[in-house]
DNA sequence: TATAGGCATACGAAGATTTAATT
DNA sequence: TATTAAATCTTCGTATGCCT
C-alpha cells in the first residue's frame, strides 16, 4: 500500500535527495518516440472506448514507463553443500550438521567457492578461486560479508534451504541475530536488506515456464533447468557427495552457483531483464514477480489502478451478487464452469497450399474493443446499456464508461501488436534498444494471455465469471461470422482452433479481403500466421501435420510428438516426419511411402530381437500429486513409483543395486517427478526402468502402442499398419479371391 | 497460494454380459 | 437344468499432455 499510494513504479528510476524522491526519465531515441506519435495518431487506436482520450493517455503512461533502458543489475548467486547422513537431507530448521562449502559467482567477475577442510596435493579443477577454512564459523561469517555487498541475491531453492540453513547454523555456532544478515519467515529465510530471487520458485511459474522459455523444460530441479536452456548440467563424480575430496567438493559447489548465476544471464540476461519488465507492468517488487503467480501481478496491477483513482476495490461476494453465481453458457466439457473457444472440425485429407491467418492477441483484443471488465459487463445503468448485448450469452456491457480491464489490457495489447513487435525488428535502431523492446513484447504476452484467463479464475479478486464468459462467447461469434463469411465468397475453410483459421490456396486478394471484413465487422486484427506446402489432417480436433512453404516441419498434438511417449518411438516418428518434410507434390507421396516402410520395419525387427535399451523404451510420465493422493485410481506410472519406493527402502544400504552413480539409493518419490516406466509381462505390466530386465519387455504392448501413434499419420497416407509390418502378401492374396 | 476451456489417448474401476464348470 | 465362478466386454471416470 506504501507504494501503490505513494505511486512508486517498481522497476523505474528515481533520484533520491534531502530525503525527497522524484521520478527521473532517461532519454529515449528518437525513432522511437516518432513511432509512438503516429500509433496515437491513427484514428482507430482509442476506437470501441467510450472515452477514447482516457485510452490515448494510457498508451502514452505504459509507453513512458516501458520504454526506459532496462538496467544492469549487480547480483551475486550463491550455494551451500551440508554434511549428511546417507540417503536423508539435512533439516535446514536443526542445522545440525556443518556448512561444508559456500560458492559464488557474480556479475562483476567474482568466480569463488570457499570450503572447510585442507587444501590436498593436487590443485582443485575450477575456474573460482578456492579459498580452505578450518573453521566453518568463520567461514560463514566471510560467506554473509560477501553476499551483503551485493543489491540482489541469487539461489535456486534458497527460500526453504540455503538461507534457512546458514541463518540457523550461524544461530547454532553462536553468531549473534544482529551480525546475521539473514532473518526467518516461517519455513523460509531471507535477506533483511536486498533481493532475493528464488530461482527455483521462478522456474516453477508455469508463466515463465510456457511463454517465455516456450516449455523448453519440464522439471524444475537445477539439473533439469540448466541442461535445458544452457546445455549444461551439475558436475558428476559418480561417487555420493560425503566422498568427495575437498577439492572435489569445491569444484561442484561452485558449478552449482555458477549455474544458478547463468540462469539468469543468458541470452542477454533475459531473465533479469523480463523481472524489471514485469515488475514496471504489474507494481510489484522483483522479489514478488520472482515467486508468486500471474494471477497475483494482474491483481496488483489491477489494485494499483484503483487506489490511483480512488476506487473502491470490490469484495467477492459483490461481485459474486452481480451474477447470482450461474454461468449463461454451457461448456462442453463437464467440470467446466462455461464455454469456451471453438474447434472445427477438421477436413480429414491431405491439401496442399494452405493459409493459416490468426487473429492478433484475440482475446485482449475484445476485452479492449468491446470493453469488457468486471464493473462493465453487467453495468447498472439500466436499459441504455442493457441493450448493448454479448451473443449467446445473457450480458450486456456498459456504454458509458471504459472499464478498468479494457483500458489497461486494451493499452498493452495494442502497444505490444502495434509498437515494441516492430521496434524490435526495426533496423533504425541499435542492437540494445531492439534486444529491450524485444524483451518488453515477451513480457507483455505473458500478462496479456493470463489477463483473460483470470477473470475465470475463482482464486483471483476480482473474479467475475460474466466477464470471462462474454469474451469467449464473443470469440467463437467473430471467427464463426469470419468463416461464415468465407464461405459465401467461395473461399474453403479446412480447419480453425478459437482463433486461427486454415484457408485452402487462396489468392492474395481474398487473403486481403478476410482481413478487411474482420477489421471492419468486428474491430479485430486477422493476420497471416504461417503458409503450409501441405498439411495432413485427420478427423480429430488440436492434431496435424503439416510442412511450411520453407520446408519446417509442424507437429501438432500427436503421440508421437508427446513428452511421454518412449524415445524410440519418438525418434521413429520424428524420422517419418523428417522424410515426409521432402514431399512437394502428390506424386512424391508413394516414392516416400517405402522408405516410411522400410524405417518402420526396421524398427519393429529391434524391438522384436530386443535390441532397444530400456531407457528408449521408457515411457516418462510426470506426478501431478504426491503418490499418497492417488486414492481414486491407481495409473501405471503410481504402480512404478510404488515398485521404486520399496525397492529402495528394501535394498537399504545396497545403493549399487539403483543407478549406481549420481543419483543415490533413496528413491522418494514426490509430485512434479518424472517416473520412466516400462512395459513388462511381469505382475502388474509396469515396471521402473531402473528395475526392469530386458527379457520381461511386453513386445506386443509396445508393437499396439507403435500402431495407435504412427497411424496417426500413416492412415491419412493411405498405409495400413499391419500391410507395413509384413501382412501385405495377405491383402494381395485376399483381392486376387475377391477379383475372381 | 494456484490464469482459462477443448481435445486425444490410455487405462483403472466397476458393472454387465457371456462362457465354462459344477451340481 | 439351475447355479456359480471366471472370463470378457462395456461404460464411465481419472490422469496426463497437449492446443489455442
Known amino acids: 500500500n506504501y507504494l501503490y499510494d505513494k505511486r512508486l513504479v517498481m522497476g523505474r528510476y528515481y533520484s533520491v535527495s534531502g530525503g525527497n524522491i522524484s521520478e527521473e526519465s532517461l532519454p529515449i531515441p528518437e525513432a522511437v518516440r516518432a513511432a509512438l506519435k503516429s500509433l496515437l495518431l491513427d484514428r482507430e487506436t482509442g476506437k470501441g472506448m467510450p472515452d477514447p482520450d482516457e485510452y490515448q493517455r494510457y498508451v502514452t503512461e505504459w509507453a513512458e514507463t516501458l520504454n526506459q533502458p532496462i538496467p544492469q543489475i549487480r547480483r551475486i548467486s550463491f550455494d551451500i553443500e ?122 516453477s511459474n508455469r508463466a515463465f515456464q510456457v511463454y517465455a522459455f516456450s516449455n523448453k523444460y519440464s522439471e524444475y530441479s537445477l539439473n533439469s533447468v540448466s541442461n535445458a536452456l544452457l546445455g549444461e548440467q551439475k558436475l558428476d563424480y559418480g561417487v555420493p557427495l560425503d566422498s568427495l575430496t575437498p577439492e572435489q567438493l569445491a569444484s561442484y559447489c561452485y558449478n552449482d552457483a555458477r549455474l544458478t548465476y547463468m540462469l539468469t544471464s543468458f541470452g542477454d540476461d533475459l531473465l533479469m531483464k523480463l523481472l524489471v519488465v514485469i515488475s514496471r507492468i504489474a507494481k510489484m517488487p522483483i522479489d514478488d514477480i520472482a515467486r508468486l503467480g500471474v494471477s497475483q501481478w ?186 461464415k463469411k468465407c464461405n459465401e465468397s467461395g473461399i474453403e475453410i479446412l480447419y480453425g482452433d478459437t482463433d486461427s483459421i486454415f484457408i485452402k490456396d487462396p489468392t492474395p486478394e481474398q487473403v486481403q479481403g478476410v482481413i478487411e471484413v474482420a477489421k471492419a465487422d468486428h474491430g479485430v486484427e486477422l493476420e497471416v500466421d504461417k503458409e503450409y506446402r501441405y498439411v495432413v489432417l485427420s478427423d480429430r480436433k488440436k492434431n496435424y501435420f503439416g510442412v511450411t512453404t520453407s520446408g519446417k516441419v509442424d507437429v501438432k498434438g500427436l503421440t508421437g510428438k508427446k513428452s511421454h511417449t518412449p524415445p524410440f518411438i519418438r525418434s521413429l516418428f520424428g524420422e517419418i516426419t523428417e522424410i515426409l518434410a521432402d514431399v512437394a507434390s502428390e506424386e512424391d507421396f508413394e516414392r516416400t511411402k517405402v522408405r516410411i516402410t522400410a524405417k518402420m520395419r526396421e524398427c519393429a525387427e529391434r524391438l522384436n530381437s530386443r535390441k532397444i535399451p530400456l531407457e528408449d523404451l521408457s515411457f516418462n510420465v510426470m506426478l501431478s500429486k504426491a503418490p499418497s493422493e492417488y486414492t481414486k485410481n491407481i495409473p501405471q506410472h503410481i504402480k512404478a513409483a510404488m515398485q521404486l519406493e520399496h525397492a529402495s527402502s528394501a535394498a537399504g544400504d545396497m545403493s549399487s543395486f539403483i543407478g549406481g552413480g549420481g543419483e543415490g539409493a533413496s528413491r522418494k518419490v514426490k509430485k512434479g517427478d518424472i517416473i520412466s516406466y516400462v512395459k513388462t509381462v511381469t505382475r502388474p505390466g509396469v515396471k521402473p526402468v531402473e528395475l526392469a530386465r530386458p527379457d520381461e519387455i511386453d513386445s506386443t504392448k509396445y508393437m499396439e502402442f507403435m500402431e495407435s501413434t504412427l497411424d496417426q499419420v500413416t492412415s491419412v497416407l493411405g498405409m495400413d499398419f499391419a500391410e507395413i509390418m509384413g501382412a501385405k502378401k495377405q491383402s494381395a492374396l485376399g483381392d486376387f479371391f475377391h477379383g475372381g
Open 82 to 203: 551440508v554434511d549428511s547422513e546417507k540417503n536423508r537431507i539435512p533439516d535446514p530448521h536443526l542445522a545440525e550438521r556443518r556448512v561444508t562449502a559456500v560458492g559464488f559467482e557474480a556479475s562483476d567477475g567474482v568466480h569463488e567457492v570457499y570450503v572447510l577442510g585442507e587444501r590436498g596435493k593436487r590443485e582443485a579443477e575450477t575456474p573460482a578461486q578456492v579459498t580452505y577454512y578450518a573453521d566453518e564459523k568463520q567461514m560463514i561469517l566471510d560467506a554473509f560479508e560477501k553476499i551483503a555487498g551485493y543489491p540482489v541475491v541469487l539461489t535456486f531453492n534458497g527460500d526453504d534451504f540455503d538461507m534457512p540453513y546458514l541463518h540457523n547454523r550461524a544461530n547454532r555456532l553462536g553468531v549473534p541475530p544482529e551480525d546475521n544478515p539473514l532473518y526467518m519467515m516461517r519455513d523460509a529465510a531471507t535477506l533483511k536488506r536486498g533481493v532475493h530471487v528464488d530461482l527455483y520458485r521462478t522456474f
Open 298 to 483: 494482474i491483481r496488483s496491477l489491477l489494485y494499483y489502478e484503483h487506489r490511483r483513482h480512488n476506487m473502491l476495490i470490490p469484495k467477492r461476494d459483490d461481485l459474486n451478487a452481480r451474477f447470482e453465481g450461474k454461468a449463461s453458457t454451457d461448456a462442453v466439457m463437464k467440470d467446466k464452469k462455461y464455454r469456451g473457444g471453438l474447434v472445427v472440425d477438421p477436413q480429414k485429407g491431405i491439401h496442399f497450399k494452405v493459409t493459416v491467418m490468426d487473429f492478433a492477441s484475440l482475446y485482449p483484443s475484445i476485452i479492449k474493443v468491446q470493453n469488457l471488465s468486471y464493473e462493465t459487463v453487467r453495468c447498472a445503468h439500466g436499459p441504455e446499456c442493457e441493450s448493448n448485448r454479448v451473443p449467446d450469452t445473457s450480458h450486456w456491457v456498459c456504454k458509458r464508461r471504459n472499464g478498468l480491464t479494457a483500458l489497461l489490457i486494451g493499452s498493452l495489447r495494442d502497444l505490444r501488436v502495434n509498437y515494441y513487435k516492430s521496434l524490435s525488428r526495426d533496423g533504425t535502431l541499435g542492437e540494445i534498444e531492439r534486444q529491450q523492446y524485444s524483451v518488453v513484447s515477451q513480457a507483455l504476452k505473458i500478462i496479456l494471455n493470463a489477463s483473460y484467463g483470470v477473470m475465470g479464475a475463482e482464486m483471483f479478486p476480482l473474479y467475475f465469471l460474466p466477464a470471462a464468459e462474454a469474451t469467449t462467447a464473443i470469440g467463437r461469434h467473430i471467427i464463426l461470422e469470419t468463416i
